[in-house]
């Protein structure tokens, strides 16, 4: 892996220096993380002129879930604790006779750009901006690989559940079961915060479990993701409690099953964003349902849950081979509940077999 990290630096210094900077002072985790195998708590990694440092302030963790930093990579520890490392790291570059440094705008606070200014008050401050986040975009197999595993780690994990007795449980204590079985299987931790709705919360996004009890004749929509080596996946089902589904519960599902299935057969490279994001949006808006819909049909995922690329209305872009993306259309009917059904899949040419689904358990309206 070491000469895998060592080119994804590369090829940010050759975006710094084709703007006219020297170095550049990555401190957001994830993109730590990507350009060096790990990211201990407050780290910052300095690309100078010379070489490449990690900057932290103890030495790193030798955790599998934290990742190892890349073992050509030299690590400065800081000599007493209470440091910054942003701080130390720029003052490093100075001593070292740099005039500009490239910085991550968007995630550096005031505190930190006053305290680079006080140690090096000549050194010139540019912006990085995104840079890191669009080399991430597009992963690597390996990559890929610790997606499809913690995709598989969810799928187990909802399986079980699927196979125990839900009714009379409530959502809280459904979501601690699952992020437990997550680790049992072997992730690091969630990918984010379980939900589970039931009865009227069905099919919310980003719902918080509550102390509701799951009911006969219920919907019980759930969405969780594991991460396996720091990697994020989600997933997300909707299932009908304990009796055969009402006509409108069937309806809807279909629904938003059409919906899902129509944004997962748009993704193949060099499809633009938006065009995924119309192909589910559309199904739901031509039966009546365009108002309240979630502001995007799905999102990029790998080190973050939510990161680029954006399926949203107005997002600019087109997809690349290689780019893991969730699909994951709903629909909630205030008082009623509804239904969300959520995918992870990673684009691929027609010619490998199109779009690769991660998230395998099944999209069949179960009574359970």
Request: glycine share 12%; with cysteine; aromatic share 4%.
């Amino acid at each position: 892996m070491s000469e895998v990290y060592a080119s994804r630096r590369t090829r940010l210094r050759e975006r710094c220096n084709a703007s006219g900077n020297a170095a550049a002072l990555v401190s957001r985790p994830a993109n730590v993380r990507y350009l060096a195998g790990a990211a201990p708590q407050g780290a910052v990694l300095l690309l100078g002129r010379d070489e490449d440092l990690l900057v932290c302030t103890g030495p790193p963790d030798d955790r599998p879930g934290d990742g190892r930093p890349d073992e050509k990579l030299p690590v400065h520890v800081l000599p007493r604790a209470g440091g910054d490392p942003a701080v130390a790291a720029a003052g490093i570059l100075a001593a070292q006779g740099a005039d500009s440094l490239a910085v991550e705008e968007h995630h550096l606070t005031v505190a930190r750009h006053r305290g680079l200014r006080s140690v090096a008050p000549r050194l010139r401050l540019a912006d990085l901006g995104g840079a890191v986040e669009q080399l991430r975009v597009v992963k690597d197999e390996e990559e890929i690989s610790c997606l499809r595993i913690g995709a598989e780690i969810a799928d187990q994990a909802l399986g079980e559940l699927l196979e125990s007795i839900l009714v009379g449980r409530t959502e809280r204590h459904l979501a601690l079961e699952l992020e437990r079985r997550l680790v049992d299987h072997g992730a690091d931790g969630p990918a984010f915060p379980t939900s589970v709705g039931t009865g009227p919360h069905s099919g919310r996004r980003g719902h918080r479990p509550t102390d509701r009890r799951v009911e006969e004749g219920d919907f019980l929509s759930v969405c969780l993701g594991a991460t396996y080596r720091g990697y994020r996946c989600e997933i997300g089902r909707t299932f009908v409690i304990g009796t055969s589904p009402a006509d409108w519960q069937v309806e809807l599902y279909d629904l938003v099953f059409a919906a899902q299935r129509a944004g997962r057969e748009s993704l193949v490279p060099g499809a633009a964003y938006r065009d995924v994001d119309r192909a589910a949006r559309q199904v739901l808006d031509s039966a009546g349902y365009g108002q309240g819909l979630p502001v995007m049909t799905g999102h990029g995922v790998g080190l973050e849950i939510d990161e680029d690329p954006q399926l949203a209305p107005a997002a600019m872009g087109k997809l690349d081979a290689c780019v893991p993306v969730t699909v994951e259309p709903g629909v909630h009917l205030p008082g009623r509940g509804g239904v969300r059904i959520d995918d992870t899949l990673v684009v691929r040419p027609e010619a490998d077999g199109g779009p690769e689904l991660l998230t395998i358990t099944t999209k069949e309206l179960l009574a359970l």
